[in-house]
């Protein structure tokens, strides 16, 4: 078995150094997910094309059960590991393993007995094999959610990249290649298990851990006193993602659930900052001592992150007239107003939640936390409910920006509670700014005054380059010696 180090809280002089392996970490983690957006940009393109609207919404109900594992394995339960102030025993670590070994095969076992409900609700050939293999996939996530909690408990972001950039790529990869052999819902099926398998092959042997069958109940109050919370937080949020699929297609119709989901997919994959910073906000918050010190990272992050993020993506929004129809071909035509809709509400989501929540999480992770998550589902849920016969799949992306507006207030409450609350009125006038901004690119490009908008991205995109970005990473990525802030 592996010898782990000891790894406590650190504070004065330790910040320093902290902070130049949390830079390391970070931008190991921006590498990586620069690396899986072009393969899942890449998979996405080729694979819609192959599967189809109807086939490719049966494949997202299998994989929202793969990244629900993710979320509540990986970042829930096992997230115990990484908060722990001091270096977790074996005996904890088994309990943990054991705990999240369970949940998976508790999955598999309710995807085992779908097939009646399966074909009922989701009359498309292939669906039963669809979620299997889903139900495989989140067993193996929980192989491998120990692992990737020590790694990032020691910010060891090179192993992590590598198991990471593995499953992106082995699913894109197995993917494009099966769907020429096999028909294409076995060749989504195969991709999917071997996404969940391979990668928990690899964790486990770079991060060795004990393995058990039961958890030890006297850890088992604590693993799930921190993992309810995370756990939770993770679930309501992918539940608000299962939202479209179990209220838009009735009401809308599936065209509509196809033009939303891609549209949340390509955003998502713009924004991969957010899921960066939230995981290492997590471990190196955890590790502060003094609670000035993370409010005024926490402060730091807020005002440069929009500043960052905001310009590239509104060229990239205000292109999307003739890019989008470039890539995913005409029938896609319909998601360029939608990207617009719902990009004011992505960038809250990765501005102003990743480094909120993960203070929050390191250092006071109260229940009440589950109630910001949960007012962006319900609002999200009624947006679509009241709107999605008129408007139809622009009721989701407007339903997750009001989502977003509608649960600050309550974070803001939260955070206050145990930290000093940061300016925030920059950071949510530079989002206003650049959704605006995209809007307008957007008109521009759709009038056919592309000349103008090269022009005007152009500017755009050098002044953020030449100011913005080295400032930006200056204040994020190095460690500043002897600083205490």
Known sequence: MPTYQATTSVSGDGIAQLRRRSAEGLALLLTRNGITIALNLLGTILLTRAAGPQLWGAFSAALFLYLMAQEVLVRGLAGHLIRMPEEPSRFEIRSTFALCNLA????????????????????????????????????????????????????????????????????ALS????????????????????????????AFALQPFPVGAWPDLHHLREITHFGTVMSGISL????????PP??????AGPRALGLLQLTFSI????????????????????????????????????????????PPICVVLGGSSWLIPALFGAKWIDIPPLLLLAVPGYLLAATVWPVMSGALLAKD???????????????????????????????GALGYTLGQLASLLPLFLLFR??????????????????????????????????GIWCLVSCVILVFWGFRQVPHGLRALLPAREGSSA
């Open 246 to 251: 179990l209220i838009l297609a009735p009401l």
């Open 267 to 310: 955003l998502g994959n713009l924004f991969f900052a957010a899921s960066a910073l939230l995981r290492l906000s997590l471990s190196t918050y955890a590790r502060m001592e003094h609670l000035d010190h993370i409010h005024n990272d926490v402060a730091e992050k807020m005002r440069i992150l929009p500043q960052l993020l905001g």
């Open 417 to 450: 509670r145990t930290f000093r609350l940061p300016p925030v009125t920059g950071p949510l006038a530079t989002v206003l700014v650049w959704s605006i901004v995209a809007v307008l690119l957007h008109r521009l490009a759709t009038q056919s005054k592309v």
């Open 104 to 171: 998976g095969l508790f999955v598999l076992l309710l995807c085992v007995l779908s097939r009646p409900f399966a074909t009922r609700f989701y009359p498309v050939p292939g669906i039963y094999m669809l979620l299997l293999a889903g139900g495989v996939a989140c067993w193996a996530t929980a192989w491998r959610a120990p692992s990737i909690a020590m790694l990032e408990r020691r910010l060891s972001y090179r192993r992590v990249l590598a198991i990471e950039v593995l499953d992106t790529a082995l699913f």
């Open 365 to 395: 992770p109260r229940q009440a936390l589950l109630f910001v998550p949960l007012i962006q589902a319900i609002v999200l849920a009624l947006t679509i409910l009241l709107t999605a016969h008129r408007w139809g799949a622009a009721s």
């Open 236 to 243: 309501i949020s992918v539940g608000a993602m299962a939202m």
């Open 175 to 202: 993917g494009v290649l099966l769907i020429h052999l096999l028909p294409v819902w076995q060749a989504l099926a195969a991709a999917l298990a071997l996404r969940g398998i391979a990668p928990a092959l690899l």
